[in-house]
């Protein structure tokens, strides 16, 4: 009888990855619903001082699924890279999904990031991920982004006279 190996976890995760296209990362969020996470992005800035980015992702490329990389540090990555923390108030908030980790993170500038706990924005991210575990990607995202909403509103309401323009955009990104 021959003993087959087990694939190592990173062998397991980069299977993951490469399989996660980009045709199913536009499967789970169709542009109806990318139309939708838009416009609940804008109703809601307009309850805060927040500037709110989505950015779907289907899969970390093999090399960085080779090198351990993980969620977190690839939200880091986009966070510099689309300029979220390039506000007036250091208030943007990103919400990175990967769908091959099956992971949402949040990575929210210090003006935002004082005004939320942890554990509050962990709230948020587990709606979307107990949602997305049932195949729910709509009303879990939608769920989740009011909720994101109603806590930024609260730690950070929008002041009369204060600045009422739109500094990131609020389309989602699909990569």
């Not at 962990?122 to 195949?135: F, K, L």
Request: charged share 25%; proline share 3%; with cysteine.
């Amino acid at each position: 009888m021959e003993h087959r190996k087990q694939p190592s976890s990173r062998a397991a995760r980069l299977f993951n990855h490469l399989r996660s296209t980009r045709a199913a990362a536009r499967q789970a969020f169709p542009s109806a619903l990318l139309k939708a996470i838009q416009a609940s992005i804008a109703e809601g800035e307009q309850r805060h001082r927040a500037q709110v980015k989505l950015i779907v992702e289907a899969a970390l490329s093999a090399g960085a699924v080779w090198r351990g990389e993980g969620a977190r540090q690839r939200a880091h990555e986009l966070f510099a890279r689309y300029r979220i923390w390039d506000t007036e108030e250091n208030c943007g908030v990103l919400v990175y999904i990967n769908l091959a980790d099956h992971k949402v993170e949040i990575v929210a500038d210090r003006g935002a990031a004082r005004a939320v706990t942890r554990e509050q924005w962990q709230e948020v991210c587990r709606t979307m991920t107990a949602g997305y575990a049932r195949g729910d990607y709509r009303d879990s995202t939608l769920a989740a982004l009011e909720r994101l909403h109603a806590l930024l509103a609260e730690a950070m309401p929008r002041h009369d006279g204060g600045p009422d323009h739109n500094e990131l955009s609020d389309k989602p990104v699909v990569l």
